[in-house]
């Protein structure tokens, strides 16, 4: 049977797609975006975090560790380290269940199990199941047997994708999605590379051909202070999203700081920590950039 990481199912999810959804959350992501929100979601391994709220440092996990006392410091041993085998000992020794996994094995008959329960909140607001990450595509078997699963017991599906993938995979999911959340981030393909890792021109190909055989693309446009927030940049991504029919919706997403106390979690630093949250000013100036070419765009989503 097809398995899948998974390190989150959200209920109950507004922001999604339409409706009420449960959005699975696939792990693992072929971009490295400074801002990124689910920075557990950016490896294709299984992790270990650490809930600073919870932990107390009484050490207990540094005791049952077998690199313990050869690892530096006193009390609760750091979230990562470049010498630790994730052998759980610590995570089953600690008393305030401050150390977790984040990453399960599931297989398709799994998944559909834990998003067939809300199915009644799916049927009445026009809502359904969204596969998210990190990058779904990294899993692409495991995303389709997921998407047929659910496409047959009748429910509605969204793939939730930054584009960086093969061309075959992104295609041949179409007819199993009923709606795509596209990301796109930046036009320019330096400044693209150095804030994602990676250049955006598979990224903008997808797009195209995506938009030539699936007619319902949302494009959601993360807005990060003095990354791509300029009004020359907003234009040219107004600009393409305009020439593709399929973009029926564009979702600006203000730029938030709930992914920093993830990354610390995870034993690292953001290179975003001092950046605060664009203005409503900021936001409604990026708003009528996309709605002066005629395009439907709303803030969030």
């Known amino acids: 049977m097809q ?12 922001h999604d797609g339409p409706g009420i959804r449960a959005t699975v959350f696939l792990k693992g992501c072929p971009l490295r ?18 809930l600073e709220g919870r932990c107390f440092g009484c ?17 609760a041993l750091p979230a990562r380290h470049e010498r630790c085998r994730l052998c759980g000992s610590c995570v089953a020794a600690c008393p305030a269940a401050a150390r977790r996994w984040v990453g399960e094995q599931m297989s398709v008959a799994q998944v559909l199990e834990a998003v067939w329960r809300d199915r009644i909140f799916y049927d009445e607001s026009g809502g359904g199941v969204t596969f998210s990450g990190g990058e779904p595509l990294l899993q692409f078997e495991f995303l389709r047997a997921c998407l047929g699963a659910c496409r047959a017991r009748g ?11 093969r061309p075959e995979q992104l295609l041949a999911l179409a007819p199993l999605a009923d709606l795509f959340l596209y990301d ?5 393909p330096a400044r693209h590379e150095q804030f994602t890792g990676a250049p955006n021109g598979v990224i903008l190909d997808n797009l195209r051909a995506l938009g030539a055989v699936h007619r319902q693309i949302w494009l959601r446009v993360p807005l990060i202070p003095g990354i791509n927030d300029d ?7 107004a600009r393409f999203a305009a020439a593709i029919p399929a973009v029926r919706q564009v979702n600006l997403l203000p730029f938030h700081r709930t992914g920093l106390p993830k990354l610390l979690r995870l034993g690292q630093a953001s290179p975003l920590a001092q950046v605060q949250p664009p203005s409503a000013e900021a936001m409604a100036a990026a708003l009528a950039i996309f709605q002066d070419l005629g395009l439907e765009t709303k803030v969030g989503g």
Request: aromatic share 4%.
């Open 3 to 14: 398995n899948g990481l998974v390190f989150d199912i959200q209920k109950y999810s507004l």
């Open 33 to 50: 975006c400074a801002w990124c929100h689910n920075p557990e979601g950016i490896s294709p391994r299984r992790e270990l975090i650490v």
């Open 59 to 75: 050490g207990e996990c540094r005791r049952a560790c077998s690199l313990g006392t050869s690892i530096p410091g006193r009390g």
């Open 155 to 165: 429910l509605r599906t969204a793939v939730d994708t930054c584009g960086l993938a």
């Open 184 to 188: 796109l981030k930046l036009m320019d």
């Open 231 to 237: 009004a020359p940049g907003l234009q040219a991504i």
